[in-house]
């Protein structure tokens, strides 16, 4: 039972990274309905501003964690504006953005090669990740910090879609993008803060992942896992996003835990294919012809 | 470089060098790559070869992955005509090039590349072109199994292993097979999937349970630095970490201080003054510190092991090379004096070093061949 529930708190921490994660996907999704596979290039951007940024600021996280969401979100603007908004102009078929987004994360992974190199690189000790224990259950103090966080952004972000204007006229472009162009939205502008805001969200996730696993140019590849978790909650639903990424990494932990971790990867893709089986639309999304 | 090649094709012989130099083992892979030059620059300069003859080493990346060194040796092979190649460090990798390096009748040498197949195939009959400058997985296991049972007296083990690898498949095995016949148990055996897992806690919660007094991890360097640093996250104490020669200085980065008091076996020692030349050679060409030393040592020291056959056949025809490869009979190089066993490819009776961490150094611990059971 102890090691349940100790495997019941590892997954939950891992899915909070991984709702991080989601939350970015689906927040794009939800309004240009497209996955955009270079979301882990904004998160692996994120890692290594921070890293550069406590180098040479003598480790003030403060600072450098404010350089680092403001880069991914900047990255995740540029991005869009060189990549994705030349074939929005053009064509209505988004399959040819999630080509371009695929090109771009090996774009952005390549960049950080060329700049960084390839070697593995450990975010100096600016964030706490000692134990501490309860009965004979362990937790790392970095756990809550990461659980902290990722609600506090996940409500942040809520209030900020609730209860301002733009966030009034993303929802109202998730709605049906077209329209809300016809009202007077500035479309360009609006997709704009939507990939900024999923840059920030990348970025902190960046950071938490160069802390927990360091930081190498191909740390993004753990955003497949994340995409996964984003389409079992239901892709473009944001709490579908949470509570598919808490499923999936309590899932992933009890199945190394208790079964055999060589079938982890297969229950984290099988639980996509029953989602897509059972509920094609994920387990909180809303089916897309509903949108149209 | 330039220069020699424009010179005319018949005094340059083209040398290829696999390794990665992008991806999880880019660290490994540029070391290599680095002190290979610096040994052909020497090599160059004192005229080794026979005939005025110049070595051009022609290096490709294989990104980590074995499709991609497929490729890269085909290349070699064909479109630069390499008279020989030397890497990779990987097991798995040499593994799935032998048979093109031995239809191709071209040589290569591996340097960190521990795995018996790597020289011997599946019947065990040698692979009469593959060759390496390291010792193999059955005598690393056996290293660590004595060393953990006998020499540190701690008798319960687990384990944590790379499905995906083959070195560590290997390693794991040859260590389970020696570590009961010196007395020992295994009280966890795990595994993770290399490359793609960075999360060990659930494995690290059941060996928590099983409470061992020895963790073994034959893994590489980011594998097993990671979970070192999540061990203790997890509050694991009292636990020895016990290593192959997958050691390197960056884990000091990712594990930090996690890494105290953990024993590693490895081929070469950094402390060795045999050595101190090479760090210092390296150090004033590319202005940085050689951290990855094994494959810096192994990658320099394989070139020389390569450059002493070219000139003892007295041509660069591959198959006179392979066979004077076969012949390699105490030939002093800067980590240890190599002769190489016919039958097996392997080279003969290599002591292997122990490092103990400590202080945010490995640090030379002891010098290992261990008795017979």
Redesign the interface.
């Known amino acids: 039972m102890e090691s349940f529930i100790q495997q019941l708190i590892n997954g939950l921490s891992l899915g909070s990274v991984y709702a991080l994660i989601a939350v970015g996907y689906s927040l794009v999704y939800s309004i240009l309905l497209f996955s955009n596979f270079a979301h882990g290039g904004f998160l692996v951007t994120g890692g290594y501003i921070c890293y550069y940024a406590l180098i040479s600021t003598g480790n003030n996280i403060w600072i450098s964690g404010l350089l680092a969401l403001c880069g991914a979100g900047l990255t995740a603007i540029i991005t869009e504006r060189l990549a994705y908004k030349p074939i929005r102009e053009r064509t209505s078929v988004t399959l040819y953005l999630l080509i371009a987004s695929m090109g771009m994360s090996i774009v952005i992974e390549n960049f950080w090669v060329i700049m960084a190199g390839g070697r593995f690189r450990a975010i100096p000790p600016v964030l706490p990740t000692y134990p501490f224990k309860m009965g004979n259950l362990t937790i790392s103090s970095f756990d809550l910090l990461v659980f902290g966080i990722t609600i506090l952004l996940l409500f942040g972000l809520e209030f900020f879609l609730q209860k301002t204007k733009w966030g009034l006229a993303i929802r109202a472009a998730a709605y049906d993008l077209r329209v809300a162009a016809l009202m007077g939205v500035n479309v360009n502008k609006l997709i704009s803060i939507v990939f900024f805001l999923a840059g920030l969200l990348a970025a902190v996730s960046g950071i938490f992942l160069s802390v927990r696993y360091t930081l190498y140019p191909q740390l993004g590849f753990i955003t497949i896992k994340a995409f996964v978790a984003a389409v079992v909650g239901g892709l473009g639903s944001l709490r579908g996003a949470v509570l598919g990424s808490l499923i999936l990494g309590t899932a992933e932990m009890l199945t190394a835990g208790f079964i055999s971790s060589q079938l982890r990867d297969i229950v984290v893709f099988g639980l996509l294919v029953l989602t897509l089986l059972l509920r094609p639309t994920g387990l909180l999304g809303k089916a897309v012809s509903e949108k149209v | 470089m330039l220069f020699a090649s424009l010179s005319g094709a018949q005094t340059v012989v083209k040398v290829g060098y696999l390794a990665a130099?992008?991806?999880?083992w880019?660290?490994y892979g540029?070391t290599e790559v680095k002190a290979a030059q610096l040994a052909v620059e020497e090599i160059n300069a004192a005229g080794i070869l026979p005939g005025g003859l110049k070595i051009e080493l022609v290096p490709y990346d294989f990104r980590s992955r074995q499709e991609d060194a497929v490729n890269a040796v085909r290349r070699m092979i064909e479109q630069d005509k390499v008279v020989a190649i030397v890497g990779s460090n990987s097991s798995g990798v040499n593994i799935a090039v032998a048979p093109l390096v031995n239809r191709a009748g071209i040589p290569q040498i591996g340097t960190v590349s521990t795995n018996p197949r790597v020289t011997v195939d599946e019947n065990g009959k040698v692979r009469p072109y593959s060759f390496r400058i390291c010792f193999t997985d059955p005598y690393q296991g056996k290293v660590l199994a004595y060393y953990a049972a006998k020499k540190l007296n701690l008798k319960k083990a687990a384990i944590l292993y790379d499905?995906s690898s083959d070195y560590s498949q290997g390693l794991r095995e040859f260590f389970i097979q020696n570590y009961k016949k010196y007395g020992g148990e295994i009280v966890a055996d795990?595994?993770?999937?290399g490359g793609?897992?960075?999360?060990f806690?659930?494995?690290l919660?059941?060996i928590a349970?099983a409470k061992p007094n020895v963790i073994i991890l034959p893994n590489m360097?980011?594998e097993m630095?990671?979970i070192i640093k999540?061990a203790?996250?997890?509050?694991i104490k009292d636990v020895v970490f016990m290593g192959g020669d997958g050691y390197a200085d960056?884990m000091w980065?990712?594990a930090?201080d996690a890494l105290e008091g953990s024993y590693w076996v490895n081929h070469v020692s950094p402390e060795d003054p045999a050595l101190q030349p090479f760090f210092e050679k390296y150090k004033k060409k590319y202005n940085d510190e050689c951290k990855e030393f094994v494959n810096g040592i192994l990658g320099y020291d394989a070139m020389y092991l390569l450059a002493d056959a070219i000139r003892r056949a007295g041509s660069a025809n591959p198959k006179a090379i392979r066979d004077a490869l076969e012949n390699t009979k105490n030939l002093k190089l800067l980590h240890a004096v190599i002769t190489i066993d016919p039958n097996t490819h392997d080279p003969l009776n290599k002591d292997a070093v122990i490092l103990l961490c400590k202080g945010r150094k490995a640090i030379f611990h002891d010098r290992v061949r261990p008795e017979e059971q």
């Open positions: 130099l992008t991806g999880d880019a660290a540029q499905v795990l595994a993770f999937r793609v897992d960075v999360d806690r659930a494995q919660t059941e349970k360097g980011k630095a990671l999540q203790k996250e997890l509050g960056f980065d990712i930090g």
